[in-house]
């Protein structure tokens, strides 16, 4: 049996389920950062929820559950999903790329011939001169804004950052989901910071204990309340820093590398910006969901055999018009082939009419 593209990648990914779940190849963080996500909650489910549902609101424990729901939801989003990987060039594809993109070039010339391809390409965007690079590892150009990730080994469009704690890259296909992951992780973990504390307030003004004996009566809210403080600051740090990149329209990679900022004494524009926070966020969060472009799950043979299908159709139609123009215009003059009489009803309503000679 033929083998799934998905069995073929050349990236360094892992695959689950039959190729519906893609993930980067180190995937222990990921773990880590559910144990701890799951482990919190589990706690103060169990030892919190209900003293709190009983003093507080029953509401407390459910909008609790509302948050976890919707942080696993975009975290599995996230990390199981193609975050915009760029297929990479194959066969005549390569060969065409590696000897310098030129129309001109026979792709039959020997290897003494060869030359390496120019390394960069400019292209004009939004009124602002683009560098395209070119990718010796996946032999394309890569189109504005990809970059190539050396964990994962693929080049990704709109290339934010590889995130061992989500166990993928963020890319252009994940990255409205990672950011909603982070605003949600990060609400979560003020609330359950905020309602464990408050349960050893309020333990310890019930039973008119000292904090520390009302900490001693419930150790578990101890454990979350501390887990969720060092937790706090890294996630709401994240979620600002996301929150200014989302606004003005960058990624991190843009970021770190100052591609927008002042170069050599000229000012680049960063040409992707509508010049506005709020289109910048409506552009980003509630844009266009974009098609990965892997096909993981076709046969990875498929689109050579639909390629030889359409060539063989072209051929059939081509020697099907000039036996037409030989038979003076007689379309019904169907001659048999391999003994079957060929109908041409169809093809009378397609192709155009021969006159026929006076
Ligand atoms: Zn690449
Ligand atoms: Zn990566």
Redo the contacts with the bound molecule.
């Keep these: 049996m033929s083998k799934k593209r998905w069995q073929v990648f050349p990236g360094k990914n892992r695959f689950f389920c039959g190729g519906r779940i893609i993930m ?1 190849k180190q995937i222990n963080v990921f773990f880590v950062t559910l144990i701890l996500l799951l482990g919190v909650c589990v706690l103060f489910f169990v030892f919190d929820c209900e003293y709190l549902s009983q003093k507080v609101h029953w509401l407390v424990p459910v909008i609790a559950g509302v948050l976890l729901a919707f942080t696993l939801l975009f975290l599995f989003r996230t990390s199981f999903s193609d975050p915009g990987i760029l297929p990479r060039a194959t066969g005549d594809e390569a060969l065409f790329n590696d000897r310098g993109a030129d129309n001109n070039v026979d792709l039959t010339q020997s290897s003494a011939n060869f030359r390496n391809p120019p390394r960069t390409k400019d292209v004009q965007v939004n009124g602002e001169t683009v560098k395209l690079k070119y990718c010796f590892t996946c032999k394309i150009f890569r189109p504005p804004r990809a970059s190539h ?1 050396s ?2 080994d693929n080049c990704i469009e709109r290339f934010d950052h ?1 995130c061992p704690w989500v166990g993928n ?1 963020v890319g252009k296909r994940n990255y409205r989901y990672f950011y909603l992951m982070i605003v949600t992780i990060t609400i979560l973990c003020i609330y359950v910071l905020a309602f464990s504390i408050a349960h050893i307030v309020m333990l310890s003004r019930e039973k008119e204990n000292t904090l520390i004996t009302a900490m001693s009566e419930t150790p578990a809210s101890v454990i979350e309340a501390l887990i969720a403080f060092f937790a706090v600051w890294s996630v709401l740090g994240l979620a600002g820093f996301h929150s200014y990149l989302a606004g003005t329209n960058q990624t991190t990679n843009e970021e770190i590398k100052g591609s927008w900022a002042q170069r050599h004494g000229e000012v680049v524009r960063n040409p992707y910006t509508t010049n506005n926070c709020c289109g910048n966020f409506t552009k980003i969060l509630c844009g266009p969901s974009y098609t990965s472009l892997l096909r993981l799950r076709e046969d990875k043979n498929k689109e050579k055999r639909d390629m030889e299908e359409v060539k063989k159709k072209i051929e059939k139609l081509m020697f099907e018009q000039q036996n037409n123009s030989n038979s003076q215009g007689h379309w019904t003059n169907s001659q048999p082939h391999n003994g079957i009489p060929v109908d041409h009803t169809d093809l009378q309503t397609q192709l155009p009419r021969t006159p026929t000679p006076s």
Excluded: V
């Design positions: 980067a990730c964990m994962c590889h890259c």
